[in-house]
């Protein structure tokens, strides 16, 4: 016979975002959209938030940093990725921007992106070094590194390969106005 837990109240805001943050951190706007799909009223869900805001439970500006940074070093992307995940959870530009600042400070991009480039290289060895290369330069821009680093790290990485970046053409990102814009930082 299966059990089945007693009825009770439904849990609250309150509850249910604290629930959420034992998982992981979460930004304002994530935790307001996800208790909004749960069924929470606008003024519920405000209170809860602001509660958490007084408690430092939620914190953009941390959020914001820890974020970036954990992308850098674990997962190995680059500014313009790192960038995307934050607005799509809702990150103000400004906090984007200081916190990505704080991560940059702390790890190298540079060092990640050879990392990242390192290992490409070993897993495609099949391929041709001169088909290789460009692949490997679209790879890292994709991942959110500034076309300008990828080109100098790949150069200085595989000098002798540095002839098959010649022609490549410069991606353009998107920006959440619809115009494209190239991250050369």
Known sequence: MARTAPAGPPPSAYQRALRRLALRDHSE???RRALAERGHASEEIEDAL???????YVDDDKFAEAFARSRLSSRGH???????GLRQRGVSRERIE????????DVSEEDVLDKVARRYWKQHSRVEARKRVPRL????VRRGFPEGLV????????????????GLEPVEA???DGEGTRDAE
């Open 29 to 31: 706007d994530e935790l």
């Open 50 to 56: 602001m509660r958490l805001l007084e408690q430092h």
């Open 78 to 84: 680059g500014r313009a990725r790192i960038r995307q």
């Open 98 to 105: 200081a916190g990505l600042a704080a991560a940059l400070r």
């Open 137 to 140: 330069w679209g790879f890292l």
């Open 151 to 166: 080109r100098s790290r790949l150069q200085a990485l595989w000098p002798r390969w540095s002839d098959a970046l010649e």
């Open 174 to 176: 998107a920006t959440p």
